[in-house]
Structures are given as C-alpha cells and as structure tokens.
C-alpha cells in the first residue's frame, strides 16, 4: 500500500492469500488460493516446477491463459513420470459487476521424495509475478528409515547371537577333543 497525494495506491502483485499442505492416501495435495485480481483474465500463465533434493526436474506442469474458449484454462503436464499424479485445474469464481477481484484455486496432487521442492509462479498479464518454494521432508519415509534401522539391528542381533553359538560350539567340541 502505499500514498500519492491522499491517494492510496494498492499494490497489485499477486499474492497467495491461502495456502496448505495436506496427505490424502500418500499423496500430498497442496492447495493455492491466488487473490488479489481484478478480473480472471488479469492472470497470464502459471508455472509448477517439482524437484528433488539435488534440483533434479521431477515434473512441470504449465498453465497458459491464452484462450477465453475455456473459462476455466487448462493445465498440462509438460514433462510426466508420475511424480505428478493429478492436477485438477484451476477454479476461479464467478466475476460480476459487483465484485473487485476474484481468486484462483489451484490443487495439486503428487507423491513426494524425502526433500522435494514445489516451486509455484504465477505471472499476470502486466508481468507481475508472485513465487511460492516450499520443501517438503515426507513423513513416511522418515517413518520407513526408523523400520530400516529397527529391522537392521533385528538382523544384525540375531546374527551376533548365531555367530556366538556357533564359536562356543567349537570351542567346545575343542576341549571334548
């Protein structure tokens, strides 16, 4: 915000107004309310650029708002390997003469890695543009390594303990000798 003269200004980057994480069957969905548009045909393209802990592309997904036959626009995974398992499209609400900005709703779907990075940019048509990054460490592989652990020290013991029978049994059968 800012004042011109007794005039406010507002400042008329794109925001994200709402955003949340949640785990649905495996999957995390992530959901972005996009806000502060004056109208749905203000918005210019969407970038979606998954990667993993060492910056290699999982998967890209690009939205592009260059025709009005669809009102709802259209998102296409441009590289896929399944990282990306849905992407549900973009929802935006019913513009009226009433109303002074109107909003996007964008889920997205995918089976994160331990350390995957969702990096989200959004451009509007004056080339503004607003960036979300977050990484994610996924729950149940931490959950999958402690079993590992517990599993390899189950291993290791009853090894140790096979190993120490197996020497008392020759040491005894030296002495019998």
Known sequence: MGD??????????????????????????VTINVS???????I????INVTDGNEGVLSI????????????????N????????????????NESEESESCYLLLEICFTPVDGTFLNVVVWD???????????YVYPPLAGKANMNIIIG???FSLILTVSIQILLKRRHKNENV
Request: net charge negative.
């Open 78 to 93: 441009v590289i896929g390997n399944n990282l990306v398992s849905e992407l549900s499209g973009i929802k935006h609400s």
């Open 61 to 76: 997904a690009y939205f592009a708002n260059n025709t009005r036959d669809s009102p709802n626009g259209q998102l296409r």
């Open 125 to 135: 048509v004056g080339g503004l543009s607003a960036t979300y990054t977050g990484q």
């Open 36 to 42: 502060d548009y004056n109208s749905f045909w203000d």
């Open 4 to 29: 011109d003269g007794g005039v406010q200004v507002e400042n008329v980057y794109p925001t994200f107004s709402n955003l949340s994480v949640s785990e649905i069957n495996g999957n995390t969905l």
């Open 44 to 47: 210019d393209r969407i970038f």
């Open 153 to 155: 020290a189950v291993v």
